[in-house]
């Protein structure tokens, strides 16, 4: 083994098999929530380098093999995370370490077949999650396609609100508003919740004045986001059409999710039979045979006028690089796709439009339930999105029971500073909560902090608020 046990407080015992990006992501969210890891992959190398950076164990060996979980110390382990490139070997790790282990499993998986047999496969196998950082990625972009003018778009209280993003162009009727004037002026359903300027994220309150270039997230009742946005000037209306450059899993996802929302979808492919296997997959989209890095070609494919463009090839820099020729030439709704986080303020500042990281969706999702496990209190975590470079959580707690938080008007409650009660999820209404509001047993709330590591809606109270 390499590297270094590290003694941690309240932290489960977590085994991730596979160091690529997703594995690397994964150490590095959950080795900062305190938890106990142990990393294993076939590339000593590679294992060597993560378990020196984060200062965690390492073990070198095919996740999939007793006798390498036994030496991981499978038999302790709360749970086995696995996410090589083969599907298939994340499987067999998770069904080889539920036999050895009492664990929670949780497996990546990408194929198109597997994905739509994915809820068999989780009953059958026992696993927690199974998760499809593509799959996830291509609805997250077919929801920026649908409102185009935002930057974000994250959906939850079961798709009745959603949580957005956008930027506050010049000359907007916003500049100079209070966020209580927005409120009594123009939009009593929409709460915004973070606001970036410049380098600094601020949770505003009532007094905080927007101005122009701020980043603002806002939620809102679905029903009411396209509204306000026709209210303050900008597009309502979802792409006609878009264009994407890469048929890969990525690619074949996207269009899965547009075709059936009426947008006509083109694919961009180097590799002739892969468009062959489009063609018969998506018979209701254009798919293209050719280089979709080529200016010609793509002026020809009609990268001037179409609403929507959507890089998806397999290289990061390819996808930046479009994006920006993009921006260049046409008014199209442009979102990019990173695999690595490498360079990410020189990202920052290039004003790609939208920007798409799997990883980081892949491994939202995982840090929720591994803060719900931890968690055995009174609440439990729906889900959680990191906005900001990950400066900001919005947390989404059930509330299963009686509480300190409960029955109790939010004005007095003893609030952490940097958070915001955000919306709440009541009997299939939405509740934009003011002062006078309280959070009941049943609920789903909202929370949006610059703090960190929430497992429990009672963390929201300053020290002492709790009951013991």
Not at 2 to 21: A, D, E, Y
Not at 189 to 194: R, S
Not at 306 to 332: C, H, M
Not at 425 to 451: A, F, K, W
Request: net charge negative; glycine share 8%; hydrophobic share 40%.
């Amino acid at each position: 083994m390499f590297g270094k046990k590290v003694s941690v407080k309240r932290g489960l015992k977590i085994i991730i098999v596979g160091c690529g990006k997703v594995g690397e992501t994964l150490v590095e969210q959950l080795s900062k929530e305190g938890h106990d890891i142990i990393i294993v992959d076939k590339d000593a190398e590679r294992i060597q380098e993560i378990a020196n950076y984060y200062d965690i164990m390492g073990l070198a060996g095919n996740g999939a093999s007793y006798s390498v979980l036994i030496e991981a110390g499978i038999e302790e382990t709360d749970l086995i995370i696995a996410v090589t490139e083969s599907d298939e070997l994340n499987l067999l790790c998770c069904i080889v370490a539920k036999q050895v282990g009492d664990c929670a499993a949780i497996a990546r998986v990408r194929t198109p077949d597997y994905s739509q047999e994915a809820a068999y496969l989780r009953e059958k196998l026992g696993l927690a999650i199974i998760i499809n950082p593509e799959l996830e990625a291509a609805r997250e972009a077919a929801r920026l396609l649908y409102l185009p003018s935002a930057k974000e778009v994250h959906s939850f209280a079961r798709g009745q609100a959603e949580l957005i993003k956008f930027a506050v162009p010049d000359n907007n009727v916003l500049h100079g508003m209070t966020i209580a004037q927005m409120g009594e002026k123009l939009a009593p359903q929409v709460l915004v919740c973070a606001v970036e300027r410049g380098k600094e994220v601020y949770i505003p309150d009532g007094n905080f004045q927007i101005q122009k270039g701020d980043v603002l997230s806002f939620v809102a009742p679905r029903k009411m986001t396209k509204p306000f946005f026709k209210q303050i000037g900008f597009q309502t209306n979802r792409v006609a059409n878009t264009l994407i450059v890469g048929g890969g899993k990525g690619a074949f996802y996207l269009a899965k999710q547009l075709i059936p929302m009426g947008i006509a979808v083109k694919i961009i492919e180097k590799d002739k039979s892969r468009c062959e296997e489009l063609s018969v997959l998506l018979p209701e989209a254009v798919i293209i045979n050719g280089d979709g890095t080529d200016q010609e070609l793509l002026e020809e494919e009609g990268i001037s006028w179409v609403e929507s463009f959507v890089p998806l090839t397999g290289i990061d820099e390819e996808n930046i690089l479009l994006t920006l020729y993009a921006r260049q030439v046409s008014n199209a709704k442009i979102i990019t796709k990173i695999n690595r986080i490498t360079f990410k303020d020189v990202i920052n500042g290039l004003d790609l439009d939208s920007v798409i990281y799997p990883r980081y969706i892949t491994s939202e999702a995982i840090i929720a339930y591994v803060r719900a496990k931890k968690n055995s209190m009174d609440s439990n975590i729906e889900s959680l999105y990191h906005m900001y470079d990950s400066r900001v959580e919005a947390i989404e707690f059930r509330v299963d029971a009686p509480s300190a938080v409960t029955d109790v008007p939010l004005m007095d409650l003893p609030l952490k500073k940097n958070l915001l009660i955000s919306c709440i999820y009541r009997e299939g209404r939405i509740l934009i909560p003011s002062g006078q509001d309280c959070i009941r047993e049943g609920d789903t709330v909202l929370i949006v902090t610059t703090n960190s590591g929430f497992e429990d809606i009672q963390d929201i109270l300053r020290s002492g608020g709790r009951y013991e």
